[in-house]
Structures are given as structure tokens and as C-alpha cells.
């Protein structure tokens, strides 16, 4: 195969798969590299929790967008990516936390986001197998919950792409080197291979931050929206100590889905006991049952973090034909759709929703290397 293609997409998991679908609708002729299942990778291994973060504005922005997306595709989507609109509890389990709701509230309310506070009889009576004494939380209600492995493959499929069975080895702005020796010829490139985009593009700041999950047998209502601890916020921040936290969600099928641990240095895929049994029983101590209930299976993956917490969207500094798609982290199931906008609007010349300047690789730190080695 060589030219026709208008952008070829090194990554078939979700923000791959929502470049391609993005892409597509902006009138462009696209290919994937993606040598195994589509959403396969970090996809699989994800929550699949769309929610709007408030760590920074650019944040707000792209999770906002992001979610908005989504709830303008829910129409559309397929019964088997299992979009469930459960809302997003953050749980405060004392008056400290609490005054974080509120001061969380006031941002979301500013930013056009619906949440409420909820007193700690609110808690209680929204979530009855959470442990007495807590303070109360804040319900953002028009968050979800998805299959991404589903998800990923609905856009791959809405956008028409060709997709390639191989491995690449080898990207630039003139296109993607295949493990057999051959070349796809395209006008941009895009590295959407989430934590392992250094590989292929050598010297941007992500790396592989690991995290465990656990999914239970079938126990309907047990979790009625996602239930994450507000002291989540200070775990997930940590750049330096292995950390756990709270966080809970109902599936469609009635199973629970646990989290969560995050490791930087930790490279095998292997489930690690310690880091298991500590998010468990971080997650007994917010709902006690939990121990009762019986778990079917648990994973592990890996997520691609930046040093200052934002994805790398838009083309390299050293090579405006090379676009990159990655280091969303925790968040690239909510962030894809939003992503895939960002990068079609950019290679067809499009005004952007929102302001694309605060994820570019060209930020300052992003794309430390010199401008050989992108190719």
C-alpha cells in the first residue's frame, strides 16, 4: 500500500479509534496500524468512567467536551458498549472533605457542570452499602459508565477506516513503517499508541503508570453510581509513591468494578498481590460488604502519563506532519471523543470547541528531544 491515505493512525485502541472516526467525518481517507484487538489494549484494561475532572481549566475543558460527546452519541451507540448514566459520587468522609465539595461544586457550577451536594443522610439513602459516619459527597449526575473495548470498535467501524493487521516500527510525518518492511504513505501521522508512544516516537515526556482492577460476579444495585473517594484526588496526584484508592462502579450487568492503584516503575503486566490486597481493603474501608462479595476476575494495565497531568495533542514541534494522541492517563476513555475532534479539527484546519495551545507537544517540556530523532 502506498499514498492515498490523508492520515494514518498508528493505535487502535479508543483514541485511535476516535482519530479515525474524527478524521472520517472531517473528509479524510484514513488507516490504522493495530496488529491486535481493536481496544485491546489499555482500552480492555480501563474503567470506562466518563466524568469531568477538575484538576486544571484545560482539563475541565477536554473532559467537558468530552462528555458532551458522548451524551450526543448515546442515541447512536450500540446496547453492547453498555452506556449506563449513573453519575459520579465523589465521597467526603469527614468536614475536611466536605469543604472540598463545596469549593468542587462552585468550579463545576462555573464550568456549566450539574452537581449537587448531598448531605450525609443524602449519602446514605443514594448508597446504602457505604459505611455509616461519612460526611456527605458531591453527585455530578450526567456522568457514565462504558464498555471501552465496545466503544472502540463502534468508532473504528462508524469511521471507515482500512485497518492494518501489523505491527508499526517506525513512524514520521510521511507515514507508518510496517514490521514487514513496508510503508503506508499518508499526509499526517498519528501516534495514538498510548504508553508506548516513546517507542515510536522517541523522547516525549509519557510514561507507564500501572493499575489494578478487579470486577465481582453479578450483585444488581449493590453500586448504584460511581463512587470514587474525594482522597482519590490527592492519591492520583502522587508522581513518585504507589498509591491506592476508592472508587467503585456499577456495570450494566449488575457486577461491581474495582479501583484503584496507580505505580510509576513497574513495568510487568503481572498482578501484584500487595498492591491488590491494599486497594481492596482501601475499598472495605468505605463499604464493608465489599468483602463478601465474589470476584470473578482482575487485571492489570497501563496508563500514559505526562509530568503535568495533560494529553499530547497536535502535531510535533520538530515535524508538523506527525501528530500525536496520547499521555491522557486515567482518563482517555472520558477524553477520546474529545481527542479525535481536537486532531481531525487541527489537520482540516478547523476551529476547535476549545483551545487547543494547553495540550500541543510544542508546550514547554512536552517534546524534549531533538528534532532528528522524531523520525
Known sequence: MSNGFDVAIAGGGIVGAACAAGCAAAGL??????????????????????????????????????RSL???MRPELPADVEYLPCGT?????????????RRKQGVYQTAGVRAEVLSAADLASAEPHLRAGLAGGLLVPDDAVVYPPCAARYFLAKSGATVVRQPAIELSGRGIKLRDGSFLAAGITVNATGA??????????VRKRKGHLLITDRYPGFVRAVLVE?????????????????????????????????????EDR?????????????????MPEIGQLSAIRTWTGFR?????????????PSDPRLYLATGHEGLGITTSLGTGQLVADQIAGRTP???VDPYLPARAGAVPHPPQEAH
Open 230 to 266: 474525594l482522597g482519590y484526588l490527592k492519591s492520583a496526584h502522587s508522581t513518585t509513591a504507589d498509591s491506592v484508592a476508592f472508587n467503585a462502579q456499577p456495570r450494566r450487568t449488575g457486577q461491581v468494578l474495582l479501583g484503584s492503584s496507580r505505580q510509576f516503575g513497574s
Open 89 to 101: 459520587i465523589w465521597v467526603a468522609a469527614d468536614e475536611e472533605e466536605m469543604a472540598e465539595v
Open 353 to 355: 470547541p476549545i483551545p
Open 29 to 66: 481517507k484514513v488507516v490504522v496500524v493495530e496488529p491486535g484487538p481493536v481496544g485491546g489494549g489499555a482500552t480492555a484494561a480501563g474503567m470506562g468512567h466518563l466524568v469531568v475532572m477538575d484538576d486544571s481549566p484545560a482539563q475541565i475543558a477536554l473532559t467537558l467536551l468530552s
Open 270 to 286: 503481572a498482578i501484584e498481590p500487595h498492591m491488590l490486597r491494599r486497594m481492596l481493603q482501601r475499598a472495605q474501608e468505605y
Open 304 to 316: 500514559a502519563a505526562t509530568p503535568d497531568k495533560l494529553p499530547l495533542i497536535g502535531p510535533c
Open 196 to 205: 508506548w508512544a516513546p517507542a515510536l516516537t522517541p523522547g516525549i515526556e
Open 70 to 72: 458522548w451524551i450526543a
